[in-house]
């Protein structure tokens, strides 16, 4: 979408709603764009809303090139948020991993643990 403001998204959902006779999806899977979730919110608040990984982990470069051995970082940060079989198992192995890389103060690592029950598979309950 060429304007990616919250009014410009509702107006993308209510026609979608329109078109499927009214009938919100049990399921939604985005980008973290913050206009979006709120007008999700406002249109389809019955709607599960959930991050995709895939754009979350797209970043990792990005958000973390400045530290030395990002792609190390890039990797292990995939290992935690794949092969954590437990929320408690993911919590430790996140800590872990912040530690073990010197991330405890990293703001987008800190942020994106705060939503983990938005991306994180093992926080998800199924709901995909």
Avoid at 3 to 20: G, Q
Avoid at 40 to 46: F, I, N, Q, S
Avoid at 87 to 103: A, H, Q, T
Wanted: proline share 3%; hydrophobic share 40%; net charge negative.
């Amino acid at each position: 979408m060429k304007n990616e403001e919250i009014e410009s998204f509702k107006w993308l959902f209510e026609c979608w709603l329109h078109c499927m006779g009214g009938n919100a999806p049990k399921g939604f899977l985005t980008d973290q764009c913050t206009s979006m979730k709120r007008a999700l919110e406002a249109c389809m608040p019955t709607t599960i809303h959930h991050w995709c990984i895939w754009h979350i982990m797209k970043k990792i470069p990005s958000k973390l090139n400045g530290y030395k051995g990002h792609a190390e970082i890039e990797q292990e940060m995939s290992q935690v948020v794949w092969n954590s079989h437990s929320k408690d198992s993911f919590d430790r192995n996140w800590n872990d991993f912040l530690l073990n890389f010197g991330l405890v103060d990293n703001k987008w690592l800190s942020d994106l643990y705060e939503d983990r029950h938005i991306w994180v598979p093992i926080y998800l309950d199924h709901h995909f």
